[in-house]
């Protein structure tokens, strides 16, 4: 038996396991421990350490060189993966090491920094679209995560569709607290971007906690605006600066126990390739006030309360009122089984991994040939 060797730019389980880290991470779970691990191997590539362990049976880690930005992964990654020649390269996170010489499988979650340029410093914008582009471009497969995300792909990037596979993620079960009582928390969960209008969801909180003196806001996520948005000072001028409360990252634990507190889920991005923090809110039996987009009916459908873009005050109106009365969730949570059951971490793993064995078979094949012939 020929053992398959697969790639994988492991980068992002380093640090906070959010968002990429989070998706590699539940992949490389169930990819190392399936039955029939024995017959593939993993190389896992690292500037450091990783945090994680994996089965050795299944899993190589190896160690380059030092960073974990574009020149390391275009110099010392690309530099493994040409000395390695692994049958294929699995790239988690938009862009891979250009020119490796081995079939190619990428993830493209997104390309907000194509649609709207506007939201990323001049340097960060054009480093990302030229290396995304060219990763497109060679890649045998690239995944993405929404049909959205795929017409945005084949309208911008012009990939061909015939190389574009939509796998949506899964939602990461937590252990939640079903008989804590909840309390007027609204809550947010992400990255914090332009394009999720912060600012506007402070505002709306602060119309909808006028009528309910123990509401608090609680957003959860690093930083990441630009250009850069005073979310405090924001705060502060709505009169709510001491009723919010701004947590750059908190342990899984800590999370599980706001889901299992918090009255509302707030998220109201104008862009998303699918946006997975409502559903694991929605898991949690937190309904999701979202805005109402192409994409967030599409991963939502009817599970989620949605709001109009720029309707602050329709945005306050649904707080208030989930706040306010509870029984006003419960139609919500009632479509939550159907919606959550399109969303599996086990589906997603066998998929993408079968997909990635296919991009490897021309590598595999010519390995197999006898020599001579």
Same mark, same amino acid.
Not at 20 to 33: H, K
Not at 65 to 86: C, F, I, K, N, Y
Not at 311 to 319: K, L, R, T
């Given at each position: 038996m020929t053992l398959l060797r697969i790639g994988v730019d492991a980068r992002e389980l380093l640090g906070a396991a959010t968002g990429?880290?989070?998706?590699?991470?539940?992949?490389?779970?169930?990819?190392?421990?399936r039955p029939d691990r024995h017959s593939r191997r993993f190389i896992l590539y690292t500037p450091? #350490?990783?945090?994680? +362990? $994996?089965?050795?049976?299944a899993a190589d880690v190896r160690i380059l060189?030092?960073?974990?930005?574009?020149?390391?992964?275009?110099?010392?990654?690309?530099?493994?993966?040409?000395?390695?020649?692994?049958d294929v390269f699995f790239a988690p996170a938009y862009t891979a090491p250009l020119g490796a010489k081995v079939p190619l499988a990428v993830t493209i979650h997104d390309i907000s920094f194509v649609a709207h340029p506007e939201w990323f410093r001049a340097g960060e914008g054009l480093r990302r679209r030229w290396l995304t582009r060219r990763a497109a471009a060679a890649a045998s497969v690239i995944f993405t995560d929404s049909q959205f995300s795929r017409s945005e792909l084949e309208k911008h990037l012009r990939t061909d569709p015939a190389r574009v596979r939509v796998i949506p993620p899964g939602v990461t079960p937590r252990t939640v607290d079903r008989l804590q009582v909840r309390e007027p928390i609204v809550l947010f969960v992400g990255s914090l971007f332009n394009r999720r209008r912060l600012?506007?969801?402070?505002?709306? $909180? +602060?119309? +909808?906690?006028?009528?309910?003196?123990?509401?608090?806001?609680?957003?959860?996520?690093?930083?990441?605006t630009w250009p850069r948005q005073d979310l405090r000072g924001i705060a502060a001028a709505q009169g709510v600066s001491g009723r919010t409360q701004f947590l750059s990252y908190i342990s899984d634990e800590e999370l599980a126990a706001l889901y299992s507190r918090a009255a509302v889920f707030a998220f109201l991005s104008e862009y998303e390739g699918f946006g997975l923090t409502p559903l694991e809110a929605l898991a949690a039996g937190v309904p999701p006030v979202v805005l109402d987009t192409e994409v967030a009916r599409e991963v939502y459908d009817g599970a989620a309360v949605y709001v109009r873009p720029d309707?602050?005050?329709?945005?306050?109106? +649904?707080?208030a009122e989930l706040l306010t009365n509870p029984s006003a969730a419960a139609p919500v949570l009632a479509r939550a089984e159907?919606?959550?059951?399109?969303?599996?971490? #086990?589906?997603?793993?066998?998929?993408?991994?079968a997909e990635i064995e296919n991009a490897a078979a021309p590598a595999l094949g010519a390995r197999r040939e006898p020599k001579g012939r």
């Open positions: 990429v880290g989070r998706y590699l991470g539940e992949l490389l779970r169930r990819w190392t421990t450091s #350490e990783l945090p994680a +362990a $994996f089965p050795a049976d060189g030092s960073g974990r930005g574009t020149w390391w992964e275009q110099t010392h990654l690309r530099r493994a993966v040409r000395q390695d020649r692994p600012p506007d969801l402070i505002g709306a $909180f +602060a119309k +909808a906690a006028a009528a309910v003196p123990h509401a608090r806001l609680v957003i959860v996520g690093d930083d990441r309707d602050v005050e329709g945005a306050a109106a +649904a707080i159907a919606v959550l059951s399109r969303y599996s971490w #086990e589906e997603a793993a066998t998929r993408t991994l």
